[in-house]
T-cell receptor, first 116, second 113 residues
Framework: EAGVAQSPRYKIIEKRQSVAFWCNPI?????LYWYQQILGQGPKLLIQ????????DSQLPKDRFSAERLKGVDSTLKIQPAKLEDSAVYLC??????????????FGPGTRLTVL | AQSVTQLGSHVSVSEGALVLLRCNYS??????LFWYVQYPNQGLQLLLK??????LVKGINGFEAEFKKSETSFHLTKPSAHMSDAAEYFC???????????FGDGTTLTVKP
């Protein structure tokens, strides 16, 4: 079974530029998550999708961050314009969201963003 | 709201020694608890999870954790450390079956030969 794929793996941009990250979840997984992991901290949820609908985006800085999951499969996360404090690893995770039991999240390798 | 505190941002043990990584949680409802491991430049991998069944949870790579409600703790242990265990470990809490997880800030485990 293929894991969660993310691209690019690394990105360096200057502040005020825009950037986009792509995530392809595990096939058949209904739920997709984007996390931001700042150096020295644990991951923080930015947005959660259930199929192509948003379940939770309470911690997404909506003035500069946007995300979409068209057709309930792949997802993109965009930052426009980027700030220095956006430097972090952006992790995508997916889960099957099976009824009953606990829903295990499977994480991709992440995209490391450096904003100069 | 739920939260997680991992005591000790860095833990160093000798190869073959006991590994103990501490996690305390706060939750207003019965929690789901997780331990993840993250190797450099990789995503998080689930080690084990507590889902209100047995309080002693066994995971992969010889790790286990015990849920103690009275202490609001979910400490991770391994009887004998291996060099390959060197990584960063995250404790996380969730209050729903399919909801978001709140993570601690992580503990970096170093294993000395």
């Amino acid at each position: 079974e293929a894991g969660v794929a993310q691209s690019p793996r690394y990105k360096i941009i200057e502040k005020r530029q825009s950037v986009a990250f792509w995530c392809n979840p595990i096939s058949g997984h209904a739920t997709l998550y984007w996390y931001q992991q700042i150096l020295g901290q644990g991951p923080k949820l930015l947005i959660q999708f259930q199929n192509n609908g948003v379940v939770d985006d309470s911690q997404l800085p909506k003035d500069r961050f946007s995300a979409e999951r068209l057709k309930g499969v792949d997802s993109t996360l965009k930052i426009q314009p980027a700030k220095l404090e956006d430097s972090a690893v952006y992790l995508c995770a997916s889960s099957a969201n099976q009824a009953g039991g606990t829903d295990t999240q499977y994480f991709g390798p992440g995209t490391r963003l450096t904003v100069l | 709201a739920q939260s997680v505190t991992q005591l000790g941002s860095h833990v160093s043990v000798s190869e073959g020694a006991l590994v103990l990584l501490r996690c305390n949680y706060s939750s207003s409802v019965p929690p789901y608890l997780f331990w993840y491991v993250q190797y450099p430049n990789q995503g998080l991998q689930l080690l084990l999870k507590y889902t209100s069944a047995a309080t002693l949870v066994k995971g992969i790579n010889g790790f286990e954790a015990e849920f103690k409600k009275s202490e609001t703790s979910f400490h991770l242990t391994k009887p004998s450390a291996h060099m390959s265990d060197a990584a960063e470990y995250f404790c996380a809490v969730s209050v729903t079956n399919a909801g978001k997880s709140t993570f601690g800030d992580g503990t970096t485990l170093t294993v000395k030969p």
